[in-house]
């Protein structure tokens, strides 16, 4: 486990003390059954036991715009946590340690998983979250950015952006004065990135020493991929044809980034499908045309020759798996024989959006020392 310095620490909720505070109303001991009806079941009345859970303090209060605002020991923390939420919520034990926490989600575009995982997260950490799409708010009229920001922060405690450019969610966190989240923008998607390592973990146990090849528009996700897989030791091949490849800055940067995490993992671009996935323990594409994207037409000519196939599986370790982000259209970035096979971890990804974004949003919204209520 990461430690820090200093912990929030959620104590597990002691039983009420005699006549202290009101109790249950009981109108009768017999409870309605219908005949023939199985005996009923008894929900309310007393606040579940939540178990004590504690986690380092050192993320409290901050957002994550890009994935460099991590630190490789603050993901790895991060990662820790998700796993920890994750496995209270498969056991079906209450976790509600944000109560009375709202958080703001203004959205310029459409979403399911960033969206649902965010608000079903919050319900079950004990919190809220406030849709805000484009016809929700002022900013149609002229409201600038900055003063909606400042206005939603004192209002809610944190803030979720999935934004257009990626400049109008820094336009937010400038004048906010709560976290804010990248929801998406078209420079990159952390929180998905930050899934991806959480799948990957669970399916091999590790990080360090695995190679990840992207295969397709080097768009923000595979951005992402490349920064963030870096920075914890993994390598990121990127495939794809000229013109289509991420920034060079990003690329730049992931490479001093994996040099740095000391694993050996190496940053390759290249614009051979079948050399990018050779030794590959996981394959990872997205659409080949995205929201708001023109030409069509041209990229789907352009990206064709790096459509997942089962050949360009096999090229790939035995054990490796096929990932995807989502949303998915089989038969273009890949054929429907491997997004449905057994290789595929697409919907463990989905499912861990909602672990790892709840682990965030617990770092940064947790009160140091406050009991669970």
Known sequence: MYESSSAASFPATPPPAPDAGPRPVVLDDTPWQAPGMSRSVSLGGVVPRLPAFTLGSRLHGRGVLTDTDLTPDEIGEVLETATRLKRLHHRGEPHAYLPGTTLGMVFQHPSTRTRVAFEAGMAQLGGQAIFLGVNDLQLKRGETLADTARVLSRYVDALVARVTDHGDLDALAASASIPVFNGLSDRCHPLQALSDLLTLQERFGT???????????????????????????????????????????????????????????????????????????????????????????????????????????????????????????????????????????????????????????????????????
């Open 207 to 373: 990080l360090a020493g695995l190679k990840v090849a992207y295969l397709g528009d080097g768009n923000n996700v595979a951005s992402s991929l490349l920064l963030a897989g870096s920075a914890i030791g993994v390598g990121v091949t990127l495939a794809c044809p000229e013109g289509f490849g991420s920034a060079s800055d990003v690329v730049t940067q992931a490479s001093w980034l994996a040099a740095a995490s000391g694993s050996g993992a190496q940053v390759v671009v290249t614009a051979d499908p079948y050399a990018a996935v050779a030794g590959a323990d996981a394959v990872y594409t997205d659409v080949h045309v995205s929201m708001g994207q023109t030409d069509g037409a041209a990229r789907a000519v352009a990206l064709a020759p790096y459509k997942i196939t089962a050949d360009l599986m096999a090229a790939a370790k035995p054990s490796a798996v096929f990932m995807h982000c989502l949303p998915m259209h089989r038969g273009e970035e890949v054929d429907a024989v491997v997004a449905d096979g057994p290789q595929s971890i697409i919907f463990d990804q989905a499912e861990n959006r909602l672990h790892l974004q709840k682990a965030l949003l617990l770092h940064a919204l947790c009160r140091p020392g406050a009991a669970a209520l």
